[in-house]
């Protein structure tokens, strides 16, 4: 940057001064405990270029006169024009797009998509076959396929990135479980695979989960438990007969050593559960979404049941019916494993969810929105009217190629498989109400 004066209040300023004012950080301030919880401002002077001039003592001794008073005046600028920091991070999800779709994988099933701390998109699959594929330019295209396991495997969903060491986890499971657990670790953003050993401790019940099939896991970011890894599992009593489904509950695994152990939490509130999506919102609270394959007289398994952890995923309590949310084709009890996503905007609990919405089938799969952490759903649209089965969904980074995208890994597509979907929430703004509740004011444009 060049050492262009600029004359403000009769001052001039021969180099570009520190901003007193960070655009992502509070303001911290010595006039009193009211200014110290203000939002994140926006510096405005208003000014006109002078030329370039060299510093001399003549024009720097007004200036160091002027500090004192200058900090106020820029204090106060600060406090009447602030800056709505999350709209920054919400513009490159409203850019108007359009809804791209490819194939991914030509067989086999049970799909986890994840983002990179470089933004480079890592999806998974498979059974039998383990594999993986990324794309470094946002999801534009995709690399060949990397093999991670062939025979004797099946995948365990899951998968996540640390965010503190920038490593991918990717769990499996020898056959359909109960039967012995598999991780393999990525450090190169799904370039290749090690398998890593690990634990996996019991409950309260003395009930050790299992992994197969859920969406993908999260590094948690706020309060007491930030930097734990979890993720969605399940525990399949004595095995998944029909008979035993009523023993089944969801829940989920964590570690605070990067993945080397991993705590079994307590039951989610919900018997007959399993296969279920974990999102963590803006205040720390854990969102969990699962679907149902089994639930007593009086209960609806056609839906989606929710839940809140508010200790870093060891409990779980709050539980809700979703109405508004299908679990699956609505002529069968069986469920269908679902997508869900956070977008990371600051301050904004926007939920995205995937699934099917038919009547009969597995087809017509579609996303909702949520704009208050699941508490309604007030948006849909269509991503695909033929096969869609099993889903998930990941977001961008920002920085990245990949900023402002949504990612929707599914079963089915054009050439059955596995197809990716790429979209964002202004393409999704452009579907039709649910009935339940209303799309922001913001948000319509």
Known sequence: MGHHS???LGVSFDKPQPSHCNSRTTHRSTLGPS????????IIIIGRRTGIRRPTALNQEPL???????????????????QDGPNEALTPYLRPTE???QPLFSDQRFPNVVVALDGTIVATWGHDHLRSRRSVDGGKTWESVVEIRRGDSIHGGGSLVDEQNGDVLFFAETEHPPATRLMFRSSDQGRSWTKAGFDVLPNSQGHVASLHMNESGLTLQQGAYAGRLLRAARYYAEGNDKAFWPGHYTNAIFSDDHGATWQSSEPFPAMGTGEACIVELANGDLYYNSRRHWAPNGENPRRRYSAVSRDGGQT??????????????????YGLMAGLVRLPI?????????NVDSESGRKQGAVWGSFDGGQSWPIKRRIFDGSFAYSSLATGRPGTPSEGW????????????????RFNLHWLLQGEPTGDGEVPDRFKR
């Not at 200014?35 to 926006?42: Q, S």
């Not at 160091?64 to 602030?82: A, E, G, H, T, V």
């Not at 600051?346 to 995937?354: C, G, K, N, Q, T």
């Not at 990612?407 to 498989?417: A, D, I, R």
């Open 406 to 421: 949504i990612y929707l890994l599914f079963e089915g597509g054009p050439q059955s498989g596995g197809s990716i979907a």
């Open 6 to 8: 600029l004359s403000f």
């Open 64 to 82: 160091n006169r002027m500090m004192p008073p200058l900090n106020l005046l820029l204090m106060s600028i600060c406090i009447l024009f602030p």
């Open 99 to 101: 809804l791209n779709l």
């Open 346 to 354: 600051p301050e904004h609990d926007i939920l995205i969810f995937s």
């Open 316 to 333: 779980w309590t709050d539980l809700q019916e979703v109405t508004i949310l299908p679990d699956g084709p609505q002529d069968t009890n």
């Open 35 to 42: 200014l110290r919880e203000t939002k994140p401002h926006k």
